[in-house]
Structures are given as C-alpha cells and as structure tokens.
C-alpha cells in the first residue's frame, strides 16, 4: 500500500515556497492520471516500494486533472511525471515510469543527497 499524500497547491506553497524545502526531508513528487495505463502500472511499483521510505522521504501525488496548475508549474507534458526535490530545494525530474529497482536507487540518493 502507497504511503503517498495528494499534494495541492496549498499545500505546496507550505512545504517548498519558492523553491524552499521546509519539510527537513526530501520530498518526492507523482504526477498521474487515473485513467492512463502507465501510471497505472506505475501505481504498482510506487505501492510496492514506498513504504520502505515512509518517514524518510515526504510523499506526495497530484492527479493532474485535479491540481493542472501544479502540473503547469512543474512543467509536466507527459505522464507519469516525478519530481523529487533534495533537502536543500534542488529539484530533478524524471517523464516516464521506473522499475522498483530504479525507484529505490533514486530514493536512496535522495537521501544521501544534502
């Protein structure tokens, strides 16, 4: 089971203004679509792997239908779309979706990362 929180733009605004991490973890970012089959099976491998980094890394979803503000200031264009962001605000992101290995070799840097 996912331990992700839907992420909106309010809360956004909280935990990482202006490009400002305040959460004092790295946060890691799922941009998806129910009804598109890749982050479907995306939805697999982030349910099979993230609860392995519950408490380490903040968690979060956006349905792009839902928050397409949140989509348009990440510069989402395709689906499924990760952002994740260090503990000092530096933000990387990924178009496509991962295998568990690869999920958890990014995590795993995410943390190391300062």
């Known amino acids: 089971m996912s331990v992700m929180n839907k992420l ?7 935990i990482y203004p202006l490009g400002e991490n305040r959460t004092g ?3 890691f970012i799922d941009f998806y679509a129910d009804w598109w089959g890749p982050c479907k099976m995306f939805e697999q491998v982030l349910d099979n792997v993230t609860p392995k980094y519950e408490g380490k ?8 239908e839902e928050e397409p503000q949140l989509a348009q200031q990440f ?4 689906i ?3 952002v994740m962001i260090s503990t000092s605000g530096e933000r ?3 178009t ?16 190391q990362k300062k």
Do not use: C, H, W
Not at 57 to 64: E, F, G, L, R, S
């Open 57 to 64: 890394i903040q968690m979060y979803k956006v349905d792009i």
């Open 75 to 78: 510069g989402v264009r395709s």
């Open 92 to 94: 990387e992101s990924q």
């Open 25 to 27: 973890k790295p946060i």
């Open 80 to 82: 499924p779309f990760t």
């Open 8 to 14: 909106t733009a309010s809360e956004l605004n909280n």
């Open 96 to 111: 496509g979706s991962m295998t568990p290995d690869q999920l958890k070799y990014y995590f795993d840097g995410l943390i």
